[in-house]
DNA sequence: GTTTGTGCAAATCATTTGCACCGCG
DNA sequence: CGCGGTGCAAATGATTTGCACAAAC
């Protein structure tokens, strides 16, 4: 696994999380934060697991699972519930805030920013009194028209 | 259990849709629906089953779930995902399409309406090369200037 | 009468957790 | 060393399902 200049400093943000939080440096979870920096895919815990599996090291999902916790708490990663009974990963250090359209189809996620919705989430809250903390925005639809949309991929 | 005059219509679409559909027209079914339109909260299958407790009539779970389902299918009712690890169900039949803002402190929900958020949806879906079938826009934060708001309250 | 619905308990499935052992610090 | 981390298998919790009995048409 060959590491870009953005993976490394990824890499030292979580290794600086774990330190700052007194946890420790352990193999497991920088082979996980390693496959996880070097994609910018949406992934689950399953297809992390199988990803892992070639490797040379086997991970439990118990441990994938706890790691991905720890880095959704140290902000490193989203979790996204996309209607699957199974969540959705996505790493977002040095990446804007955006939302998802996700194929029906096939699986495909795109994602996309407009900041007049964001305004506009943010004048329905406060207008109901709320002090907004977090919102989620999917739209689901039928990429179809794509010549490379492919049925059932979702891993 | 008193019948409005919504209320009514709202049972025959259902007891059309049932016929409609060959399905059997149960006492079950009819008192889901009765309890389910007899109110414009949102409920989970769990609450609705402690509500039908009070019945003389017990109703099991798995049939709750299973009219849940047809209710669902029948554009009835919709399903929502809160980010709780079990479903929200709201009666919509007669009501227009709204979003919604979820306190994460007493779990209070607010529907609202912006239309020009519909629209710069649309307009990102058919961007993307999308057809929209859907979306779900949930805004999280917190109503704790509301004098009412009460903790952990879910159901 | 048949066929569909219901209740019960057992099965699923993603995620979580208890526990004994392992390895970082 | 000593405590947090890991793997395994068992637990969880919402939802689903198989099956025998009951109710609708």
Redesign the interface.
Known sequence: MQESEDTKQEMKAFEDYLREKGLKITNQRLLVAQKIFSSHNHFTAEGLLDELKDNKDRISKATIYRILAIMVEAGLLEEH?F?KDYKYYEHIIGHQHH?H?I??QCGRI?E?V?N??EE??N???T????????????????????PDCEFNKKK
Chains 1, 2 share one sequence.
């Open positions: 519930d209607g939302d359209i194929c029906m795109v996309f407009d007049r919705i506009l989430q004048k329905a809250a207008d109901n009194g709320f002090l907004i903390t977090g919102h989620s925005l999917n739209i689901f639809g039928n990429c179809n028209r794509f």
